[in-house]
């Protein structure tokens, strides 16, 4: 390629990156609050009876958790959307 060409080309990908705004930076996990109600951001994160205890049903992003408590890289709370039950999450997965 030409420098040119290079330029353009290095031009057109900023201009696109500019236009794309916030919403193109990808979201960054985060360990949960008691007493907030956080966001999903993982794909999918199991709801479980206890820690690495039986599996209750799976959270999608964007769905909701309301974090009660927070222990040993677990939340504790109640699991909103299709679940609608309180149990345990793997902590370090909401936006």
């Known amino acids: ?28 996990a985060a360990n949960g609050t008691p007493g ?9 994160l199991f709801v479980r009876t ?11 992003r964007p ?3 309301l974090v009660e408590r927070v222990s040993g890289g677990w939340a504790y709370g109640f699991a909103y959307g299709d679940i609608n039950r309180h149990g345990w999450v793997q902590d370090g997965w909401f936006c």
Do not use: I, K, N
């Open 1 to 28: 390629m030409t420098r040119r060409a290079l330029a353009a080309l290095g031009t057109t990908a900023a201009a696109l990156t500019l236009a794309a705004g916030p919403t193109a930076t990808p979201a960054h």
């Open 36 to 44: 907030e109600r956080e966001t999903v951001c993982a794909d999918s």
């Open 50 to 60: 206890e820690p690495l205890g039986a599996w209750m049903g799976t959270l999608y």
């Open 63 to 65: 769905q909701t958790f």
